[in-house]
């Protein structure tokens, strides 16, 4: 009995690992194609491949990748993939475009947990949130919800997904300017 049990055990788990490396190269891609799509999506149009040009960097106890983009040998912007732990729901993943001088270009939610209805308006296809904050410099446009003195709409009933994509957004600009200060200088 121990030795049959011990034989599908292992015709199980060989199955498990064979699935496994047969799926694994396309889940790969899949999340490679979502990851340049996403960066299509908030930035201008650029002829690289802003994957092979990526930082990763570790912030605020987690990490957020930086993609530069291209046109020739000019660069056109930053996608900066960043995160918050700060939402009604957990974890919120965004997807932010930077312009060379530091304007935000657009800004796509990657991922999130917040209440519908409510907090998921963060999304693009739930509300226009995030269109407030296309053209706009964080040098001079106050990356904060009105009630804490910022130039933020929140979105009503729900400050605390507000002030979550705020500071994702806040980490990707200060990512950036401190990538593009320290290029400045070498």
Known sequence: MVLVLFCITLICSAAVGLVYQATKGPIDAAKAAKVTQAIALVLPEFTNDPGTEKQVIDVDGGQVTVYTAKKGDTVVGYAVETFTNNGFGGLIKLMAG??????????ET??????PGLGDKIDRSKSDFS???EGKNPGTYRL???KDGGDVDAITASTISSRAYVDALTRAYKTVQ????SADHE
């Open 98 to 107: 930077f312009l060379p001088d530091g304007t935000i270009c657009k800004v």
């Open 178 to 181: 401190s990538l593009t200060n």
């Open 144 to 146: 904060a919800v009105k």
């Open 131 to 133: 269109v407030q904050f």
């Open 110 to 115: 990657l991922q999130h947990s917040e209440t």
